[in-house]
């Protein structure tokens, strides 16, 4: 891994490696109740770059995430996708898609420094937004998207991230958390 392209990704710079987790707390609508599941999780953040749009050039992290309730061995999540540094912008992308056909483009905000920083996306948006297929938009609508993701001085970092969902027969918005604290292995 080139030390120019570690320095080019801005406050993604500290997530390149293998890191997991297992004190992840998952709140969501499972067969109409609300439960609260611990799970652990693997996620690998592989260097990239530079991408070039024209002008723009981008950095980034390919990776993958997958998530398995603790004391389970099938995963019930899993993740594949980039997040980028837009060092021209100071913006943060996290662009990923999970495998029951959810796609989601979310940004916001950062420095090159940053040690902390939240991205959204909404559904509509023609910049950072969500796509699903035709059940999902039906019954579990993803709206809105929310991730604050913080690294520690200790080397680990954590993140805590809303999936607001509508749902029709309840005629409410749901949200879905998802928080853990990983650290590099």
């Not at 320095?7 to 987790?21: D, I, T, V, Y």
């Not at 693997?42 to 723009?56: A, D, I, Y």
């Not at 913006?91 to 420095?111: H, K, W, Y």
């Not at 913080?150 to 991230?161: Q, R």
Request: proline share 3%; charged share 25%; with cysteine.
């Amino acid at each position: 891994m080139s030390e120019q392209i570690i320095h080019m990704l801005g406050p993604l710079a500290a997530l390149a490696g293998s890191w997991e987790g297992d004190k992840g707390i998952d709140v969501s609508r499972i067969h109409s109740e609300i439960k609260e599941t611990q799970y652990r999780e693997k996620v690998s953040f592989e260097p990239l770059g530079p991408v070039r749009n024209g002008p723009q050039e981008l950095y980034g992290l390919r990776y993958s995430m997958t998530a398995w309730r603790l004391g389970e061995d099938d995963a019930f999540h899993e993740e594949v996708g980039y997040w980028l540094w837009d060092g021209g912008n100071n913006q943060v992308l996290r662009c990923f898609m999970v495998p029951r056909g959810v796609l989601i483009n979310a940004g916001g905000d950062a420095r090159e420094d940053s040690k902390s920083f939240s991205l959204s996306a909404e559904v509509g948006s023609e910049t950072y937004g969500i796509l699903s297929n035709i059940y999902l938009d039906e019954s579990y609508k993803t709206m809105k998207y929310l991730l604050d993701v913080t690294i520690h001085d200790d080397g680990s970092f954590s993140y805590k991230e809303t999936t607001q969902l509508w749902i029709p027969v309840n005629k409410a918005i749901f949200d879905h958390t998802d928080e853990n604290i990983l650290f590099k292995v």
